[in-house]
């Protein structure tokens, strides 16, 4: 049954490809429609099982820093299309397996939406999961936050050996009580507290330091000095140069040591792990175009973009700021979470800030009751940014802060721009 | 004193889709003209201070109503007493809500209001989401974005703040939207709806200024990018 899945899923695939079109989903989906039981066959074949990452912020990165780090000692099979449902899975899954049905792989690293974990680990049985934080995200798709800590409630239930555990967040530190899997913990210093807010701190709560031992703990940041982050990993202090930019990149970081933990890696492997990973889409990658730097920044909620904003404090001042917000389905169609993120002193630290993409205006109005002007609004993302390129001088950074989908016109533009002399 | 009080009604708790916004935005068109504002949070079991000149609540989690439900009905003597006396009132979905005379959940469970607006909300399960504007003749055009399952019946005594050409309002049925009684205004507008309504929120500046005897002339300001914003905001319906 599995083969014959196998191939009508590579089929798909292959059509789509004939045809031009790159398909996350179809394939999965055609699949899922006719082999309700492929997945399950499928993943029961990997020898170290699955690993499950969910969580509102995070996921893309830690799954591509995860994947990078066990791949030093087992054949990893993971979702890094970004593409974070059930069917995404499953088209990944065909395409990793052969003609003849094998699936050459020991385990497999999937990111997952919180609401698509829980119809995955009804399929599937994780053995291992790491459930990230949760934060307020666009709850016009979601619902709201409790249902959302529920889904990851379903989740750390259904996992069966290790649970990989945010100990800073406390929705999620409660989930240790919920399941049978043993909890592992990762978490920043108390020291750092304070940079790290969950969402009740971030919506005014008191910073709530845990006092549960982390055995994976981030104990400081990059600077311009000191470009290397700390990772105190089961009692071993490493610095770790991560190339991907921004303070939640060192958290996500920490999460994935303390899941490298649980395959039993040890902090050697870790670290050289982490160091060889590349910046995942729009998650601090930097692009090079005629002699300007461009840093891309995917902003999706509030935690996020406060997060994000802080890469600011990792560098010099930028020549221009880019803050790009588009409202698909994907970006979330309400735009009033831009409010729960704070921008005072933006405008302070840049020379030219300008707002872009459909709702361009509408963060134009934001950073205005912030005290923050813009320069100007200019709705178009191509022009936003090249016209910001060509003002900067050689040696000048732009920084661009943007949703999901002006992140992917804008990485195509970046691409095609790189390098260019 | 020339200084507008502004009560932020449990900043914590119910501050949903950034609603906390219509705070800055009125303490900011305040502040951009000279004049005096102080910010007051009120929590669950604090009192509203006496000299409260407008009183701001947003929309909220599920969970989090019970116990601010509770807080709320508390209340109901000193709110519809202010009311009464002129207070602006400024709420949006879960305050709106609870500003009326009961809401129904799904399951028919009565969670009592406090009868400041002579409106009652019933519980679906359908939400009703998207961008929305209503025009009105005192405060311009309000842009928001709507996001509930709470179906709301207008009373005799409130009437609706506008008429929704594209939205769904109220309740979905009658195209009305929010509810008005003197200076009290609920809304299902999130957005913050006054970061795209700056007419609107002039308005509940002078209204509260009439209403300390000050005067009610606001310099004009610069509300082209909120102008700019609330016509693409209307451009999109869900």
């Known amino acids: ?421 | 004193m020339s200084e507008l009080v502004l009560v932020h009604l449990y900043p914590r708790e119910m501050n949903i889709y950034g609603d906390t916004g219509n705070v800055l935005v009125l303490r900011r068109r305040l502040e951009w003209r000279g004049l005096g504002v102080r910010i007051v949070p009120v929590n669950v079991g604090e009192p509203i201070p006496g000299d409260a000149d407008i009183v701001l609540g947003g929309g909220g989690q599920d969970a989090a109503q019970d116990e601010i439900g509770l807080d709320f009905v508390s209340r109901k003597a000193d709110l519809r007493a202010r009311a009464d006396d002129g207070v602006v009132f400024l709420t949006i979905c879960g305050t709106y809500q609870l500003l009326g005379h009961e809401f129904v959940t799904q399951d028919g469970i009565v969670i009592p209001g406090t009868g400041v607006l002579d409106v009652t909300t019933r519980g679906q399960h359908e939400r009703l989401v998207g961008n929305n504007y209503v025009d009105t003749d005192f405060g311009g055009r309000l842009v928001g974005y709507e996001n509930h399952s709470g179906m709301t019946t207008l009373g005799s005594g409130a009437r609706p703040v506008g008429r929704t050409e594209v939205g769904r309002g109220n309740n979905g049925k009658d195209r009305t939207e929010g509810a008005m009684r003197d200076n009290v205004f609920g809304l299902y507008l999130h957005g913050p709806v006054l970061a795209k309504s700056p007419l609107f929120a002039d308005e509940l500046l002078r209204r509260a200024l009439h209403r300390r005897g000050l005067s009610t002339d606001l310099e004009p300001l610069d509300d082209s990018y909120a102008e700019q914003a609330a016509a693409v905001a209307v451009g999109r319906p869900r």
């Not at chain 1, 055609?30 to 082999?35: A, G, I, M, S, Y």
């Not at chain 1, 529920?150 to 050996?161: E, N």
């Not at chain 1, 140069?241 to 040890?266: V, W």
Request: hydrophobic share 45%.
């Open chain 1, 1 to 421: 049954m599995n083969l014959l899945a196998t191939w009508l899923g590579k089929t798909v695939i292959l059509a789509l490809r004939i045809v031009g079109r790159r398909g996350n989903a179809l394939p999965g989906r055609v699949v899922e429609k006719l082999f309700p039981g492929f997945l399950p066959r499928a993943m029961a074949r990997l020898s170290e099982g699955v690993v499950v990452v969910t969580g509102t912020n995070g996921k893309t990165t830690t799954t591509k820093m995860i994947s990078a780090v066990l791949s030093q000692q087992h054949r990893v099979l993971t979702n890094d299309t970004g593409s974070n449902f059930v069917r995404g899975v499953i088209t990944a899954t065909i395409a990793a397996s052969g003609w003849n049905g094998a699936l050459p792989y020991d385990v497999g690293v999937f990111e997952l939406d919180e609401a698509w974990a829980v119809r995955f680990v009804r399929l599937v049985r994780p053995r291992r999961s790491v459930l990230l934080n949760v934060m307020r995200d666009q709850l016009d798709r979601f619902g709201e936050i409790d249902v959302t800590a529920q889904l990851l409630a379903a989740v750390a239930t259904a996992t069966s050996a290790h649970v990989v555990l945010n100990r800073d967040d406390e929705r999620i530190a409660r989930l240790a009580e919920l399941t049978t899997a043993h909890p592992t913990w990762y978490g920043v210093s108390a020291e750092l507290r304070p940079s790290f807010p969950n969402d009740e701190e971030l919506y005014g709560g008191p910073i709530a330091i845990s006092t549960k031992a982390a055995d994976v703990e981030l104990v400081t940041l990059s600077t311009e000095e000191s470009p290397a982050v700390r990772l105190c990993i089961a009692g071993d202090e490493r610095a770790v140069g991560l190339r991907a930019q921004g303070p939640h990149n060192a958290q996500n970081a920490a999460a994935t040591a303390a899941l490298a933990l649980t395959f039993g890696l040890n902090a050697d492997a870790i670290v050289t792990g982490l160091e060889a990973v590349e910046p995942a889409f729009g998650r601090g990658q930097s692009y090079e175009v005629n002699g300007r730097r461009v840093v891309l920044n995917l902003v999706k909620n509030p935690a996020g973009f406060r997060q994000s904003l802080r890469v600011l404090d990792t560098m010099p001042d930028p020549f221009g700021i880019v803050v790009a917000i588009n409202d698909d389905y994907a970006d979330g169609r309400d735009v009033s979470w831009l409010w729960d993120v704070q921008f005072e002193g933006l405008a302070d630290r840049t020379t030219r800030l300008v707002t872009s993409g459909t709702r361009a205006a509408d963060m134009a109005v934001r950073l205005q009751y912030d005290g923050s002007g813009v320069d100007r609004i200019e709705p178009d993302l191509d022009t936003a940014v090249t016209s910001l390129i060509a003002e900067a001088r050689e040696g000048d950074t732009v920084v661009i802060f943007s949703t999901y989908t002006a992140m992917w016109a804008l990485h195509a533009l970046l691409e095609r721009i790189e390098h260019v002399a």
